[in-house]
């Protein structure tokens, strides 16, 4: 029984000498942070966005379908999607047409452009 013991342990030493993956730990930053949340704030507002009754309607007189919109803004680098955002963020608040039809121009040019 003594020496069934010292095999197991023998064997158990070898396993966990073997299976040893080292793990490296950092300190996350809060600009990194930041950032992130940023981010995904920006790109939930392009989605909210193309989601609009209205703006869907412009999309599909321009040949686009709102799910391949939807999908191509998924698909955006963080870079774009920021601008987009800063974008409509400066459009006229109302109900001005002018102001919804640039920000689908936007959004289509950006569209065209990522995926030429």
């Known amino acids: 029984m003594n020496r069934f013991f010292r095999i197991i342990s023998r064997v158990l030493i070898a396993s966990m000498l073997l299976s040893f993956h080292p793990v490296h730990a950092g300190i996350v930053g809060t600009d990194q942070l930041i950032s992130a949340t940023q981010v ?4 939930e507002k ?3 966005f193309i989601s609009r009754a209205n703006v869907q309607q ?3 007189t321009l ?3 709102p799910g391949t919109a939807k999908d ?3 698909a955006m680098t963080d870079e774009e999607v920021r601008t ?4 409509l963020d400066t ?3 109302g109900g001005n ?3 919804i039809a640039a920000g689908v121009l936007i959004v289509a040019a950006v569209l065209y452009y990522a995926y030429k």
Do not use: S, T
């Open 91 to 93: 459009l006229p608040a």
């Open 84 to 87: 987009i955002a800063g974008q």
């Open 58 to 60: 412009q999309l599909e």
């Open 40 to 43: 995904q704030g920006d790109r």
């Open 72 to 74: 191509r803004v998924a």
């Open 46 to 48: 392009v989605l909210n």
């Open 97 to 99: 047409g002018w102001a």
């Open 63 to 65: 040949g686009a379908k």
